[in-house]
């Protein structure tokens, strides 16, 4: 008899996800359902492919030979479908969290490139800091994250897309020479940085803790709004220049030259791995595509992708 896909579906979200209750939730059904989809897909096999610990559940060693061949199923399902229905097959809503330096920099780009390429694909974005998405899509509340490299969650798939420089400026109204700054004078302005939490935020404190911190420091999720302070002369920023590139050439902005380097911004997009996600992987590869077009149209003093391991 053959094996019913959909029980398939099922054992892998639990193998994933550990659980009864969040692969119903995953797969829009009811526990029951879910239970009785794993009862009856042992039974047709006529092997134990879970076992149940009180709460906890794991993998037997049927269950952890059979996983990456039901994946596999499921992905041969997935590509018959897109072969036989062509871009038809790339249809549906995603929900897409991204970052907001990730949305400055890509997000109209990769927009267009979707209405023009997948026009049944629509998405709804949703922005958050890279710890807030990251625990969001192991959640189901999300179906692709763009955010910092370094955030991970169990069961998801990391993929890099680029590095963008980050620099210091500021208002030509609050500091206007043009003489390289030691970090111990740079502290004695307010720092406009990232919120608290992320990669970058740790080493903006890392930078300014042998000197006892800045005299104010600012932490934003948004980038637009750390851009407006810096542009109002209220601080320091450290971002990455090749989005205020505008606000340079009119002299908005000025970079600040410090006697010491910053870390890039290194950008991941993920997604849960599972075998019919397609739009996922498809949306991913896209990412990445519109990354490069991003990297190559950028100064490759500020932004790059084959850096540091990429």
């Not at 267009?112 to 890279?130: F, G, M, N, V, Y």
């Not at 420089?165 to 302005?189: E, N």
């Not at 075998?275 to 991003?294: C, D, K, T, W, Y």
Request: proline fraction near 5%.
């Amino acid at each position: 008899m053959p094996v019913n896909l959909r029980f398939l579906e099922t054992f892998v979200w639990i193998a994933r996800l550990g659980s009864f209750s969040k692969t119903a939730e995953r797969l829009n059904s009811t526990l029951s359902a879910v239970s009785a989809r794993m009862q009856a897909l042992e039974s047709e096999l006529g092997v134990r492919l879970l076992e149940r610990q009180g709460r906890s559940i794991r993998l037997t060693q049927q269950g952890r030979d059979a996983l990456p061949i039901a994946e596999r199923l499921l992905q041969l399902e997935g590509d018959f479908e897109s072969t036989i229905r062509g871009t038809d097959a790339f249809s549906g809503r995603v929900r897409l969290g991204i970052i907001d330096t990730a949305a400055n920099a890509v997000l109209s780009a990769f927009l267009r490139t979707i209405q023009a390429r997948h026009p049944k694909i629509e998405l709804d974005l949703q922005a958050d800091t890279s710890h807030n998405l990251m625990q969001r899509l192991a959640l189901g509340g999300i179906d692709l994250a763009v955010s910092l490299v370094g955030q991970t969650t169990p069961g998801a798939v990391h993929r890099r897309l680029f590095q963008m420089a980050c620099h210091w400026v500021a208002s030509p109204q609050l500091i206007s020479s043009h003489r390289t700054m030691t970090l111990a004078g740079l502290a004695q302005y307010p720092i406009l940085t990232f919120s608290q939490g992320s990669t970058p935020h740790a080493h903006t404190e890392a930078l300014f803790a042998p000197h006892g911190g800045p005299r104010r420091m600012y932490c934003g999720t948004s980038l637009s709004t750390v851009i407006r302070l810096a542009k109002d002369g209220l601080g320091v920023a450290i971002i990455p220049a090749v989005l205020v590139q505008e606000d340079l050439r009119a002299g908005n902005l000025r970079m600040v030259p410090v006697d010491a380097a910053f870390p890039p911004l290194e950008l991941q997009v993920s997604y849960l791995s599972d075998p019919q996600n397609r739009l996922q992987r498809l949306l991913s590869e896209l990412l990445i595509e519109v990354g490069a077009q991003f990297c190559q149209e950028s100064s490759p003093e500020l932004v790059w992708q084959d850096r540091s391991g990429f």
